[in-house]
């Protein structure tokens, strides 16, 4: 008798096209919620390196105060010896040599350190030429001195995004005499033949009658790309990455606000982008900035100078990160200021650099003074 066997077949189906679609969609919704999640953990990271790298800064500042009992002057070296006409490698560097290379030693960087203050032959001076000027041994900025988070110009390797404090004044800025309300100040000198001996090198740690733990010693400002005054179109130009002129701001630093909509610079106003671009200047418009207007704020200046020498300022400290800037004080501690933070009454005539009285600029005007008596 004959045996009959069925044998059962299984049938597949495949992915229709809805159930695909589906499932696109649901891996689209996931990379939708996990990316600003892994963005902002990037961030965090990136926020951190940055505050790391700015207390390694304050804490160099320390250490160079515990050696020469007092803390790095904004701007200083051989004083003048600059004449038009003369060879860059002949002159002296003005006055203008930046905190950043006095630091060096402090930051693990003596080779670069004694680089520059060897000179070279057969004619460079001690120390480097002027302090504007391009030279090898100072044509690389640390790498401690740019923040991750900073994503401005970096074609040149002179950039920087760290800013030394000036105080809450807005007149009488880039003076070599030793005189200022924040902890930076030019190293003044004494004598009439150059190059003149110094006479006070920086901030001494007795000037500091508000306490170092409430007086801010530096901050960031965000680079930018060196191009010269221009004026702008709407959107052109982030408001952290320029300075805005405008007179008003040596009797009323509120004026500033009026040439920012919140993220860049308004149509038809006059702009330069010079900051940060050499970190081997010490002057305002290259290194520093003042607790007047609150973090990522426009920053402005009253004079119209094309270059980095204006003396009239409003300097905001700004940054890529979200909601504000990192901060550190004069004692090596770091902080993160808020782009909210008390800033009194802007509208207020500024306080001249040489005054002891509070800060009109509330927190902020406070923080800024080392010496306010608030």
Not at 108 to 124: K, R, S, T, V
Not at 218 to 230: D, I, N, P, V, Y
Not at 345 to 355: E, I, W
Request: with cysteine.
């Amino acid at each position: 008798m004959a045996r009959s066997c069925v044998v059962a077949r299984s049938t597949r189906h495949g992915f229709t096209l809805v159930e695909l679609l589906v499932v696109i969609a649901i891996i689209a919704v996931l990379i939708g919620l996990l990316l600003p999640a892994v963005q902002s953990a990037r961030e965090a990271a990136r926020r951190s390196s940055c505050s790391s790298q700015l207390r390694q800064i304050a804490l160099a500042c320390l250490q160079h105060e515990s050696a020469r009992q007092a803390y790095p002057p904004q701007k200083g070296g051989t004083h003048y010896g600059w004449a038009s006409g003369m060879a860059a490698n002949a002159q002296l560097n003005a006055g203008r040599r930046s905190a950043f290379i006095f630091l060096l030693p402090y930051m693990e960087q003596n080779e670069q350190y004694d680089q520059i203050m060897g000179g070279g032959f057969p004619d460079m001076q001690p120390g480097g030429p002027n302090a504007w000027a391009s030279w090898a041994p100072w044509n690389n900025a640390p790498a401690t001195l740019s923040c991750p988070s900073d994503n401005g110009s970096s074609t040149l390797t002179q950039r920087h995004s760290y800013a030394v404090c000036m105080g809450d004044h807005v007149t009488g800025h880039n003076g070599n005499d030793g005189i200022g309300r924040g902890m930076f100040v030019g190293s003044a000198y004494s004598g009439s033949v150059d190059p003149r001996p110094v006479s006070k090198l920086g901030t001494r740690m007795s000037e500091i009658t508000d306490g170092t733990s409430k007086t801010l010693l530096l901050s960031e400002k965000m680079r930018q790309t060196g191009a010269a005054f221009g004026t702008v179109t709407a959107g052109q130009v982030r408001q952290q990455a320029g300075e805005a002129t405008v007179t008003g701001i040596v009797t009323n630093p509120a004026a500033c606000l009026t040439v920012g909509d919140g993220r860049f610079f308004t149509a038809g106003s006059s702009v330069k982008q010079r900051w940060g671009s050499l970190w081997h200047d010490g002057q305002a418009g290259s290194i520093g900035f003042n607790t007047v207007l609150p973090p990522n704020s426009p920053s402005c200046e009253a004079d119209a100078n094309p270059n980095r020498d204006s003396t009239q300022i409003v300097y905001a400290p700004g940054s890529g990160h979200p909601g504000g800037v990192v901060a550190a004080y004069a004692d090596g501690s770091t902080t993160f200021l808020s782009n909210s933070i008390d800033t009194g009454n802007l509208s207020a005539a500024p306080p001249a650099r040489n005054a002891t009285t509070a800060s009109p600029y509330g927190v902020f005007g406070a923080l800024g003074s080392k010496a306010g008596a608030d």
